[in-house]
């Protein structure tokens, strides 16, 4: 509660709501979402039919320019894409900089910033073509550089993109292809991983999206904007969590599968621990993305011949939390990446790298909301505070302190 006899150096009303839960800070054509029926849609489309329909290119056209392309627009959004997938030379020196240990998402932030120093051309939004141009760029290095940040880890040799191929066999092909070993594409694992990249693509005003609004509202670049939202992504409770979950499930696996003992942590005010992949700011009955994941993780490891012991301990705690009283007063279901973790192992994916895969499905989302951001020109983003500290008080010298 707000000590109003505290309150100082307000001007006029103030609301405070920290953590935004009731404040809508734009007006956005790009995604619906409701969170008591559990509906999604991007740009009018269901979230079911695109993952069901459409490929990841296909979706990220209609995110940042509001409608389904025709053939020639996707081959021509594809191929422009293509022409941006050299990233200069020097970016190399600067990856080499960083112990491999890193953690990918530090890095890919890093790169992502470092982009802006060697494209230096501010983004004129009123001038189409340079929009365009901008958003294939970001499209096409922004793949290149995440895969990098794996590359870096492994000390493995950097891959070029390969013109004959889709955008996210290419994605597979630069992260695990070797001199010594052709890399063998599997079409399953591309379906899979490219239906995974649609449900992330965008999910309105996030912690990474409202970042790339706010960042780029004051005129700040298309890439500084993007590495601001990578930064925002990492965080255990927003995009880190995919990774947060397999470590979770695989500390469950190793402490016995006893999954009604975490439950009981997670319940425990005293303990900080979280049932990580279950809540969500907005879903209050479930997360339309959750369901469809559940279904492809069965799918995909039934496909790959994969048994994990992981996915059986998923359900159990899933069956678990979902009849406890303390997640059901307070809304708790699995979000999209309860289940996201064990398809990517199943896929051959390193945990570090989890969070990264979730930053390549959400650039469209980030590209399309600082677009729309910068075309509807919205004014600097700049909350309000209510100011609760000292009064005025008179300086005194050290020595008297
Ligand atoms: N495990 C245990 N308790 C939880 C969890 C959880 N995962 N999530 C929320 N709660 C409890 C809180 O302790 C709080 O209890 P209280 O009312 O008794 O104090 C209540 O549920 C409401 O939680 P808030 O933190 O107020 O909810 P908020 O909307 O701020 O947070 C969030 C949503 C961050 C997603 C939260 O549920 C969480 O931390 N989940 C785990 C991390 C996670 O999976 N993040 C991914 C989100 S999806 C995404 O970004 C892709």
Known sequence: AIDIDKLRGATGAITIDPGYKNSGSCKSEITFLDGEEGIL??????????????????VSFLLIFGELPNK??????????????????????????????????GVLSSLTSALTAFNPKSVNVENEKEMYEAVCKTMGKFLVIATWTYRRRMGYPLNYYDNTKGYVENFMRLMFEIPTEPYKM?????????????????????CST??????????????????????ALWGPLHGGANQAVLEMLQEIHDNGGDVEKFVLKAKDKEDPFRLMGFGHRVYKNFDPRATIIKKA??????????????LDIAKQLEKVALEDEYFKARNLYPNVDFYSGIIYRAMGIPVEMFTVLFAIGRLPGWIAQWKEMRLNKEPIGRPRQVYVGNALRPFKEVKDR
Do not use: C
């Open 210 to 231: 409202s970042t790339v609004r706010i960042v780029g509202s004051s005129h700040a670049g298309l890439f500084a904007s993007i590495s601001a939202g990578v930064s």
């Open 297 to 310: 993780a069965d799918d995909v490891l039934d496909a790959l011949g994969v048994d994990d012991p992981l």
């Open 41 to 58: 849609r991007y740009r009018g489309y269901s979230i079911e039919e695109l993952a069901d329909k459409a490929d990841f290119l296909e």
């Open 72 to 105: 020639a627009q996707l081959e021509k959004f594809e191929n422009d894409i293509r022409k941006h997938t050299l990233v200069n030379e020097e970016m190399k020196t600067i990856l080499e900089g960083f112990p491999k240990t890193a953690h990918p998402m």
């Open 186 to 206: 599997d079409k399953k694992i591309v379906d899979a991983l490219d239906k995974l990249f649609i449900l992330h693509a965008d999910h309105e005003q996030n």
